[in-house]
C-alpha cells in the first residue's frame, strides 16, 4: 500500500514562483506523475519522474528524491490560467501491475 | 474521433437502478482505469484493466461491476445505485510499455448525481 501526502490548498501572486510537495511512502515505487486539473474538466499530464533530480519543461518543473520518499512541483512567472489543482501520483506495484495511485491533490489560487 | 470518450456526460439516477457508464478508446491503449473524484478524497481507483477479459479491483470496487470484452470499451455499471455513488466519474487508459513511463489519459468524465 501507499500513502500520498499533498498541502489542500495554496496561493500565490502572478508572476512568482510556487511549490507544491508530495511526500510518498510505497512498497513498490515505479515512478511519480504530476497532472494537472482545471475545475470541471479532466486531469491531463504535466511530468514524470523515476529517477532522482530534477526534470525542468518550461516553466514547469519536477523534482525527485526517492530514498527520502519526495517530490515537488515548481511553477515559475506564475498566470492566472496556472490557477487549478495538481495531483501526485505514484506508480506501486500492488498485484503484478504497475498501476498509479493518486493523492488529494492541491488546490492552487493565483492572484492578480 | 480519435481520444478518449464518455458516455453519457450527465446521468441524474434514483436509489437502486443500474446505471452503465460507457468509456471509449481509439487508441488500443492496454490498460484502462475507472477512477471517481469527490472532494476531499481525490482521484480513488474503482477498478481498471490490464486487457481484454482482464479485470481487477482497485481501492473502492464495492457496488460496481465492470467487464472488457474489447479493448477500446471499458463499462463501468453500478448495479444498484446508492446516494453515496453520487460522484465524478473518470475513466483513462494508457499503454503497457513494460514498466516505462505509462501516462494516463482522461476522459472528460461523467456526473453522475444519485437521488
Known amino acids: 500500500g501507499q500513502n500520498i501526502d499533498q498541502p489542500t490548498e495554496m496561493t500565490a501572486t502572478e508572476g512568482a514562483i510556487v511549490q507544491i510537495n508530495c511526500t510518498y511512502q510505497?512498497?513498490?515505487?515505479?515512478?511519480l506523475f504530476w497532472y494537472q486539473q482545471h475545475a470541471g474538466e479532466a486531469p491531463t499530464f504535466l511530468s514524470y519522474n523515476v529517477l532522482d533530480g530534477l526534470e525542468e519543461k518550461g516553466r514547469f518543473s519536477s523534482f525527485l528524491s526517492r530514498s527520502k520518499g519526495y517530490s515537488y512541483l515548481l511553477l515559475k512567472e506564475l498566470q492566472m490560467k496556472d490557477s487549478a489543482s495538481y495531483l501526485c501520483?505514484?506508480?506501486?506495484?500492488?498485484?503484478?501491475?504497475?498501476?498509479?495511485?493518486f493523492g488529494r491533490g492541491t488546490s492552487l489560487i493565483v492572484h492578480p | 474521433d480519435a481520444g478518449i470518450t464518455q458516455s453519457p456526460r450527465y446521468k441524474i439516477t434514483e436509489t437502486g437502478r443500474q446505471v452503465t457508464l460507457m468509456c471509449h478508446q481509439t487508441?488500443?491503449?492496454?490498460?484502462m482505469f475507472w477512477y471517481r473524484q469527490d472532494l476531499g478524497h481525490g482521484l480513488r481507483l474503482i477498478y481498471y484493466s490490464a486487457a481484454a477479459d482482464i479485470t481487477d479491483k482497485g481501492e473502492v470496487p464495492d457496488g460496481y461491476v465492470v467487464s472488457r470484452s474489447k479493448t477500446e470499451n471499458f463499462p463501468l455499471t453500478l448495479e444498484s445505485a446508492t446516494r453515496s455513488q453520487t460522484s465524478v466519474y473518470f475513466c483513462a487508459s494508457s499503454e503497457d510499455s513494460g514498466g516505462l513511463q505509462e501516462t494516463q489519459y482522461f476522459g472528460p468524465g461523467t456526473r453522475l448525481l444519485v437521488l
Open positions: 487508441w488500443s491503449h492496454s490498460y
Open positions: 510505497t512498497s513498490g515505487f515505479n515512478g
Open positions: 501520483a505514484v506508480r506501486d506495484l500492488p498485484g503484478g501491475s504497475y498501476i498509479p495511485t
